[in-house]
């Protein structure tokens, strides 16, 4: 209803700005987008914080347009508690505003004017306080070594915390930022600091220069004692004339630890603006390192924020770590065009920035450190979203939004990886060249400004010079959830070969779903000719279909996703298979990837059995190539998990593994060797957690046992040896798990009591690890409830709790210690990892009344927590139909 009582003093403001106006309802509140008839033209943030309070305080100034008249506006403000908001018309005039906190649990507010105002420039100025936030959002504190530190993370709506303002990617604008902060401390924000003043006793205020137009969700700050160190300036290039200042920011005495990746930045950035033609738009560049975060790194522009533990190098630092921190940091730079430069218009397009940042940073990873095989990593992460687009309850790459609940679970498998491998797809089939070309067009179409999924394909197609059938085949793979399913069959027609082609929806084995859907696939096949090989591809977008295969020799082979590239699946005939089979070792390595998930298909498919798998996928494990070998695990790991249920069978799996992957650790050792190439030592890592841990293989538990044990001596000042010379730091996590196991309390007491007074985030990491493998009931329960102690980070939690799962007596006491303690772990997490909720308190089981336990539980606690009703589904999901597949395995397979 419209509201026609006002205060009389506010009479007047309403006749002179146009109360014979027609105005709109003050009761029309936006349940999704903010209506558009306020624009916001330019910010002025002015932050008071000290790390050490816990408020800190505020003045927000927002330049607007108003495009029609009204007596208010929304915007968005959460937990802010505003003394005083003055309008200011567009002839100077000001009038005291009302902040109305409407809907405090999405964050939306209503700003009464007092009177109806015609459309105008408006200036709106809010003062207010709000708590510096202890779940990791907006403006939120964290402590080093007992040093206090304030920073921001704003995506994907958490601005609000920190400021009013129209949180949503659609408003861009510029922002001044201006931090009051205590004379010891150190601010940094996104762009340069260009004056610095007293500002009373004990105080300074830093101004930061003006941005270029930016959304809400990527400002950013911090306050704290921080180590501000110099990187190498990064040298103009033909698209950026001057050089680049590049900075390292971590907690204090963690400054010099920042040279490695301040070293590797460079190449990043410049591999970027060789591609995109483009240079860095920003004034200067900082890489941050968080003492805590909820995310793995975020792109704010010329303030990226990480987890420590990936800016943090040493000479020594697991490998995994250093290849972590390289690839990381190229995915948040080429943020800086696309996410930052150009961004989305709204939500629904999350993978504009995310999948785009994912496929960018494998191109510059090829580009830059080859080694690392980013081109399988791409494959590898296509594999693993296709798993989870494979439920009924997955999500589109463009899902609508209906709600908060919807922006915060967009941040998956399926807006990353799904969309990176769409791309590299599409990539693939218009050629590198022609979809850079088209990339660059966008880029410069759209730059500050947002962009759709419509601006991309259309300017892709138009370097193509492609029509309407491929741009509905890009928007077949965004607009409808789930993975093609590509079934082929080889057949001689009129002397030629034909390879018969059929599609439908891949569907595990007892999925409700529907199996009719048709995708625009752009399907190369590999296939054999007399001479080697040949690929040939073709635009599949019908429901049948065939293609005529070239050259094929007499009994030719195919592999029906050349070069792994193809976001489907494909199933083929068995006499087919088995001469794929047959020729896997000629296969280059993304190839052999794309046979191993056909493999795990047709099992999960319900049309192979255990035997048949282990057998199809055992010529791998000797593959030189690590990713290749490790690729049978995943198919090892569920057969293992879910089917073995007698010692027998346990024992044959057992024995399959350790004949596959013992004599490889055996060769590799149980310690780094000089100069050894990382993928030697990322494989030695991995193939000691499986053979220790899973299989659990006496001679290795053996060996990890003794590195345990190293790490967990005294030292004479009373601390742990975890850096001892005997215990590998690429292996101390796994060993300390062992060490856990066969120790029991007092190496679950003696690693407790270590976290508190360890800062190095490697290290943290993997006691934490080790605490995780705990198995003894009363030991699992410690660990559990010190995952709520405030000694192990917000951001940390998840590793505890996720441990000790593995049968169905270790998730029955796993779900009687996280129901009981639901509550806990909600307030120290709050909802912004709301759709993780269910997986982490009883998610990985195998049984229907593992489902319905986790339905009743869920079911009058899902809504409040934004999120989670999807996370329930597809938790609840899988749990059945892991269900389902495993009665339709006979176990006995295994011991053929």
């Not at 995943?634 to 399959?656: C, G, H, M, P, V």
Request: negative net charge; charged residues 25%; proline residues 5%.
């Amino acid at each position: 209803m419209r509201r026609f009582v006002r205060p009389l003093v506010l009479t007047a403001l309403a006749a002179c700005c146009g109360a014979a106006l027609a105005a709109p309802a003050a009761d029309d509140q936006p349940h999704g987008r903010l209506p558009s008839w306020a624009q916001p033209e330019s910010y002025q943030l002015d932050f008071k914080v000290d790390p050490r309070q816990q408020d800190f305080s505020g003045t927000t100034v927002i330049k607007l347009k108003l495009t029609q008249a009204s007596d208010h506006l929304w915007l968005h403000g959460r937990e802010l508690k505003v003394s005083k908001v003055t309008v200011t018309d567009a002839a100077g005039k000001a009038h005291a505003a009302k902040y109305v906190d409407v809907a405090p649990q999405e964050g939306v507010v209503r700003v009464d004017f007092g009177g109806v105002l015609k459309p105008q420039e408006l200036t709106l100025s809010f003062n207010y306080t709000a708590p510096l936030n202890q779940q990791l959002q907006g403006l939120y504190k964290v402590s080093h070594e007992g040093q206090p530190y304030a920073m921001t993370q704003m995506e994907p709506i958490s601005a609000r915390y920190a400021f009013p303002g129209f949180d949503e990617p659609g408003f861009k604008t510029p922002f001044d930022i201006r931090l009051t902060i205590p004379n010891d401390e150190a601010g940094v924000a996104n762009t340069k600091q260009v004056k610095e003043e007293k500002a009373g006793e004990g105080w300074k205020k830093l101004t930061f220069s003006t941005t270029k137009p930016l959304p809400t969700y990527l400002v950013a700050f911090g306050v704290g004692p921080w180590d501000v160190v110099k990187g190498p300036d990064i040298s103009s290039t033909p698209y950026r004339a001057d050089a680049l200042e590049l900075r390292g920011v971590a907690a204090k005495g963690e400054g010099h630890r920042m040279q490695h990746v301040l070293g590797e930045t460079p190449s990043i950035v410049h591999a970027l603006e060789d591609y995109y033609g483009f240079g860095y738009p920003w004034d200067k560049l900082d890489l941050l390192a968080a003492p805590d975060f909820s995310a793995g790194a975020m792109e704010n522009p010329g303030l990226v924020t990480f987890r420590d533990w990936l800016l943090l190098i040493d000479p020594d630092s697991p490998a995994n770590y250093v290849r972590g921190s390289f690839n990381v940091t190229a995915h948040e730079l080429a943020h800086q065009w696309t996410g930052d430069t150009v961004t989305l218009a709204w939500w629904d397009d999350l993978w504009l920035n995310e999948a785009f940042a994912t496929w960018m940073q494998q191109k510059v990873t090829q580009k830059v450190h080859p080694e690392y095989r980013a081109d399988l990593d791409r494959v590898r992460g296509a594999q693993g979203a296709m798993n989870g687009d494979s439920l009924v309850t997955t999500r589109k790459i463009r899902q609508p939004i209906t709600g908060n609940g919807d922006i915060e679970t967009a941040f998956d498998g399926i807006t990353y990886q799904k969309g990176a491998a769409v791309l590299g797809m599409f990539e693939g089939y218009v050629g590198e060249s022609t979809f850079q070309k088209g990339m660059r067009a966008y880029i410069q179409e759209h730059k500050f400004g947002n962009a759709t999924a419509d601006d991309l394909i259309d300017a892709i197609a138009t370097a193509a010079d492609k029509g309407d059938n491929f741009k509905q085949a890009f928007k077949s793979f965004l607009n409808q959830p789930g993975v093609p399913y590509v079934q082929t069959e080889l057949a001689q027609e009129n002397g030629k070969t034909v390879l018969k082609l059929s599609q439908s929806r891949y569907l595990p084995v007892g999925s409700k779903g529907n199996a009719s859907q048709v995708w625009g696939v752009p399907m190369c096949v590999r296939y054999g000719t007399a001479s080697g090989s040949k690929v040939s591809c073709e635009l599949f977008d019908q429901a049948t279909g065939s293609m005529v295969l070239e050259g094929a020799s007499k009994n030719t082979w195919v592999l029906p996703n050349a070069n792994g590239s193809g976001y489907y699946r494909f199933a083929m005939v068995k006499k087919d298979l088995a001469n794929l089979g047959q020729q896997v070792g000629k296969l280059d390595d993304a190839e052999q990837l794309a046979y191993a998930d056909a493999v795990y298909a047709s099992f999960k498919h319900g049309d192979i059995d255990a035997g048949d798998v282990l057998a199809a996928l055992k010529p791998l494990t000797s593959s030189k190539t690590r990713e290749v070998a490790l690729a049978p695990l995943t198919s090892f790991s569920w057969i293992r998990r879910n089917l073995a249920q007698t010692d027998a069978e346990r024992a044959k799996l057992d024995a399959w593994a350790k004949a596959a992957y013992l004599p490889r650790l055996q060769q590799l050792g149980y310690h780094r060797k000089a100069n050894e190439a990382d993928s030697d030592s990322l494989l030695r890592s991995t193939l000691a957690d499986e053979l220790a841990l899973v299989v659990k293989v006496p001679e290795v538990r053996a060996e990890l046992l003794k590195q345990g044990d190293a790490a967990l001596k005294r030292k004479a000042d009373g601390r742990l040896d975890l850096g001892s010379a005997d215990a590998d730091r690429d292996l101390l996590g796994v060993s300390l798990g062992v060490a856990v196991q066969e120790r029991g309390k007092s190496a679950v007491d003696a690693l407790i009591a270590e976290v508190p007074q360890t800062s190095d985030p490697a290290l943290r990491n993997a006691i934490l690890d080790g605490l995780s493998e705990a198995e003894d009931p009363a030991l699992t329960t410690e660990v559990r409830n010190f995952a709520l102690d405030k000694k192990v980070k917000v951001g940390e939690m998840a590793m505890l709790l996720s441990g000790s799962r593995y049968t169905r007596a270790e998730r029955d006491a796993s779900w009687q210690w996280a129901t009981a303690n639901y509550d806990r772990i909600v307030e120290r997490t709050g909802s912004f990892a709301g759709g993780k909720l269910p997986e982490l308190v009883g998610g990985g089981g195998c049984s229907q009344d593992e489902a319905d336990r986790l339905q009743a539980f869920f079911k009058d606690r899902v809504k409040q927590v934004t999120g989670a009703e999807r996370g329930l589904a597809q938790a609840t999901e899988s749990t059945v139909l892991c269900q389902v597949l495993a009665k339709k395995q006979d176990a006995a397979a295994i011991l053929r």
